[in-house]
């Protein structure tokens, strides 16, 4: 299946409804609500027909609608590719000190980077009655977007910013993160580099601090062929097995820049695994400035991600009046780079 940058949707064309789909079935509007509700009271052979045609036509019991008819169910639902390693915690508690005080309350759910998986999540949310979902980052299926447009559910994306202005977005640049990296690496007189990146394949985050790394990089006269690329799950294992591969490509390597607090937690080690001290052998830097990234030995020079602020400018978004022209629908907040322990002047190996 394809994905997509979020774009502009027409929201104006109708979803199909209960009434169309009896139509095409040959049967009653309560059977197919009895379908919908209470699929054992059907014969098996109606039951069948009708939730094909469901299929078919991509039609979605709207609790939002329900819940809005008796005012609005006060539930924002969230969707993040994680809940492992703390990544999207700080965003979460930021979207429910905003919530909780205004009565509203927070639904959410995890994809395991998977856009098929969200498709369905987006789909369960929709029939819970939520008022409104927020959604990390800016490449989703086609069928998603389609499937919040047609069913007039407002969302936000967080850690990105939206290239179309219609569409809320919270977020920061990744690409002026990763230059954050790579400029302070080049100020420390590192020519010999190495990124262990996300998986950039449908991942804008991931994929934009890489190439904002790599421009900068060059900019600063370091050949983009001369850095080592090694792209991993955002693991403790993967970061400390990208160390051996990184080694193995290149052993003068004297720098290296994670695109994730995780990845660098497994990289550390990987680093010791090879006899390397940080930061007198070898420097490193992380993203995210998670809470470990402070605690570690040596502690981790990382980019610092506002997420608790992201969290509480997407809830400020779904709680303000949309009808008034003071709405924040564009939020873009500043990464800024955290110097730690992990880095030290470039010292040649060779």
């Known amino acids: 299946m394809m994905s997509e940058k979020i774009t502009h949707v027409d929201q104006s064309r109708q979803s199909p409804t209960v009434v169309e789909i009896a139509k095409r079935a040959g049967c009653s509007i309560a059977t197919v ?19 094909r045609i469901v299929e ?26 994680t809940l492992d390693s703390a990544i999207f915690t700080r965003m979460l508690e930021g979207l429910e000190s905003r919530l909780a005080p205004a009565g509203a309350s927070l639904i959410y759910s995890a994809t395991g980077y998977d856009l098929d998986r969200e498709i369905r999540e987006v789909r369960n949310l929709i ?14 299926r086609k069928e998603t977007l389609k499937l919040l447009h047609e069913r007039r559910v407002r969302f936000a994306v967080t850690y990105s910013l939206s290239n179309d202005h219609s569409i809320p ?37 991931a994929s934009g601090r890489l190439e904002g790394f790599l421009a900068a990089a060059e900019r600063r006269g370091i050949s983009r062929s001369s850095i080592v690329v090694v792209e991993a799950p955002y693991e403790f294992s ?53 809470d470990i990234a402070e605690y570690l030995t040596p502690g981790l020079t990382t980019v610092d991600v506002p997420a608790r602020l992201m969290g509480e400018q997407a809830a400020n978004y779904f709680l303000a009046d949309h009808n008034s022209l003071d709405i924040r629908s564009r939020v873009e907040l500043e990464t800024r780079l955290i110097v730690r322990e992990s880095t030290a002047p470039a010292r040649d190996r060779r």
Do not use: W
């Open 169 to 205: 977005s919270m977020g920061f640049d990744n690409r002026s993160g990763g230059a954050l990296a790579a400029n302070y690496l080049a100020d420390l007189g590192h020519k010999h580099l190495a990124v262990i990146a996300g998986i950039t394949r449908e991942n804008e985050r």
């Open 238 to 290: 993967r970061g400390r097995a990208a160390v051996k591969l990184i080694l193995n490509q290149n052993r003068n390597v004297t720098a290296i820049f994670c695109g994730s607090d995780v990845l660098a937690v497994g990289a550390l080690r990987g680093c010791r695994d090879a006899e390397l001290s940080v930061p007198q052998d070898i420097s490193m830097i992380g993203f995210d400035n998670l």
């Open 33 to 51: 609500s009895r379908v919908l509700n209470r699929p054992q009271s059907v014969a098996h052979e109606m039951r069948e027909r009708i939730l």
């Open 127 to 140: 029939e819970k009655g939520v008022d409104g979902i927020v959604l990390v980052g800016t490449t989703h």
């Open 56 to 81: 078919e036509v991509g039609y979605v019991p709207n609790g939002s609608a329900r819940a809005l008819r008796s005012s609005r169910s006060r539930l924002i639902g969230l969707i993040v590719p």
